[in-house]
């Protein structure tokens, strides 16, 4: 990849180079995608639906601003759904059987990844053995970004149709979240140093991981600080979407600016792996912190649901 | 395999210390996350028992059902 070619934006340590935004097929990384003739832009379309969509979904729940801002104001026992405990109780029932399940897929791909990271992958000459921590480092950035749009998917489901159970997910998601973005920030550091020879600089991507970090942070504290359980789900599913518009920015930086990091590592064929594409390796991990994440999310839901229902009937009659 | 021996193995090439603290991080991270969840469990079960017990004997001594609900 001829990177001296490219055009040059910014000066010192502000420039990156870039041939527009997002266009993985100029590097020769995907195959040009072409619809009716047209050939498209795969990058920037998704960038700009993204974009769009995290508004409209933040505007929707604008929409209804006054029993919005009402809702701010009052407490969640004063508008109870009807079944609601039902729903709860087999939600806490059906999340014990299932989270083992994914707890054991999980471990299982992680055996499996694990050993197609450090046997199967052959040394790679031209970056150093280094490379292999890209094989956390990329799922446990991409898993962050999935959990911080599955919480704001649930807290924005709560604060449209205030069913309580989409806020508990919410708050069994976040602290998951925070975890997988901090071993990003860990592990890219890690990578960083022998790579670029520095452990941290403020560019776009990593500026947005630590923001996503500390996005789950705020969610959590935000949470904790307000007493009335109402209240904390709406002020904490305002702060969610209001933290979705900068999502992008991390999503879309490893191909807007390519500076820092060269090639994602996916785009690289393994040679000599048997077969082995680092897209199968980097999958398997994904998949293996996905299962990973399913099972910690609903083991913290049922503690969640425990903790926020232990005044009703089914909770205190000693079922649980 | 790419590895002659287990030496070389956890020497990774000389870059040993990077890739096996950014392995071990994210795992003790995890064990770290999945001990906490463990012990959150037990304590809210702890917390209910108690909770269910006391009321089964206020139950129990006023006679009165009413302090159940």
Redesign the interface.
Known sequence: MARNALPKFGKGIFSWRTRGIGDLATYGAVPPLRFAGIRLNPGSGKAWAWLLLSLRITFEAYDDMPSCTSALSRSESQAPLRQEGTVLEGCYRRAGKLAPWFGWISATLWAGG?YLV??V???DPGR???Y??AF??GP?TWISMLIYVLMVTAAATELRTRQRLASMLASALA??GA?FA??SL??GS??G??VWGVWWVWDARLTSELLLLFLFLGFIALKEAIDDTGRADRATGVLALVGLVGLPLLYFSVHWWRSRQGVPIPDVRIDGGGGVTAAIVMLTISLSLAC?TVA?AL??L??VI??RE?GS?W????R? | ??WASWSE?WA?????L??W???L??LI??AT??GV?AL??RA??Q???R??TL?RSSVRATGDNDA??
Not at chain 2, 12 to 16: A, L, S, T, V, Y
């Open positions: 694990l450090f046997s992958a052959p040394a150093g053995e280094h292999r921590i956390i480092h446990a602290p998951t975890m901090f071993i860990w592990t890690l990578l140093k022998p990973y910690a083991t913290r049922r503690i425990l903790e232990r009937a909770v205190s009659s000693g649980v | 395999m790419n193995f990774m090439g000389g870059d040993g990077y890739v603290s950014a392995y991080v994210a991270v995890a996350e999945i969840l959150s469990r809210i079960l917390h209910l028992g909770f269910t009321k159940a609900r």
